[in-house]
Nanobody, 116 residues
Framework: QVQLVESGGGLVQPGGSLRLSCVASGITFNIYYMGWYRQAPGKQRELVAGLSVGENTNYPESVKGRFTISRDNAKNTVYLQMNNLKVEDTAVYYC??????????WGQGTQVTVSS
């Protein structure tokens, strides 16, 4: 059974930082493309960070320079370091694992709220 379990969300003031973690089980983690997505109320889910097996990263302009994705294959874990958070970063953040356009798994999401 595949599970992706996110943690690390919470309430933070603008300008603050959070680190999200996602622990994967039931997959061969080191062959999967890992990503973090977010979905704000009334908006579509969007990619905020992607990380390939070869450590290539992908960020949209809205988070570039503020968010950093990384992985620890020994711990089956992917991280999202979020700095200089803005109110517009408020959303539910989801972990995603993809392989070869065949397997596509999602976590349950963790809420990030940026508010003063």
């Amino acid at each position: 059974q595949v599970q992706l379990v996110e943690s690390g969300g919470g309430l933070v003031q603008p300008g603050g930082s959070l680190r999200l973690s996602c622990v994967a089980s039931g997959i061969t983690f080191n062959i999967y493309y890992m990503g973090w997505y977010r979905q704000a109320p009334g908006k579509q889910r969007e990619l905020v960070a992607g990380l390939s097996v070869g450590e290539n990263t992908n960020y949209p302009e809205s988070v570039k320079g503020r968010f950093t994705i990384s992985r620890d294959n020994a711990k089956n874990t992917v991280y999202l370091q979020m700095n200089n958070l803005k109110v517009e970063d408020t959303a539910v953040y989801y972990c995603n694992a993809k392989y070869a356009h065949i397997f596509d798994y999602w976590g349950q999401g963790t809420q990030v709220t940026v508010s003063s």
